[in-house]
C-alpha cells in the first residue's frame, strides 16, 4: 500500500513556474516508477511525465523542453519542475504510483491531486 501526498499547486501567470512535489508513505526506492498525469475540465486523463527507478525518465510531447520531473529517493518524493507554463496547461495534476508485485501483478496508487491554474 503507498499513499500519495500531492503539493504545489497554484496560479501562476503565463510564462512562470511551479515545482510540484509528492510525497509517498513509504520508500520510493523500490516502486517501480512514478508519473505526473494531469486531467483538465471535460477531458480525460493524461500522462505527463513518468520516472523509473533508476531514473530513467520520460515525457510527453507537450511538455518537453519545460517541465522536468525527479526524484528524491532519500525524501521519499518526486517533483515536477514546470517552467514556462501556458493557459492550457492548466489542469488537476496527479501523481501516480507504480509497483510491480513479485506475483507479477501491478499495483497502481494515486494522489488526492493539487490544482494548478495559468492565467493572466
Known amino acids: 500500500q503507498v499513499q500519495l501526498a500531492e503539493s504545489g499547486g497554484g496560479l501562476v501567470q503565463p510564462g512562470g513556474s511551479l515545482r510540484l512535489s509528492c510525497t509517498a508513505s513509504?520508500?520510493?526506492?523500490?516502486?517501480?516508477?512514478m508519473d505526473w498525469y494531469r486531467q483538465a475540465p471535460g477531458k480525460q486523463r493524461e500522462l505527463v511525465a513518468g520516472?523509473?527507478?533508476?531514473?530513467?525518465?520520460n515525457y510527453v510531447d507537450f511538455v518537453k523542453g519545460r517541465f522536468t520531473i525527479s526524484r528524491d529517493n532519500a525524501k521519499n518524493t518526486v517533483y515536477l519542475q514546470m517552467n514556462s507554463l501556458k493557459p492550457e496547461d492548466t489542469a488537476v495534476y496527479y501523481c501516480?504510483?507504480?509497483?510491480?508485485?513479485?506475483?507479477?501483478?501491478?499495483?497502481?496508487?494515486w494522489g488526492q491531486g493539487t490544482q494548478v491554474t495559468v492565467s493572466s
Open positions: 513509504r520508500s520510493i526506492f523500490s516502486i517501480n516508477a
Open positions: 520516472i523509473a527507478s533508476g531514473g530513467r525518465t
Open positions: 501516480n504510483a507504480v509497483l510491480v508485485m513479485s506475483t507479477g501483478g501491478v499495483n497502481s496508487y
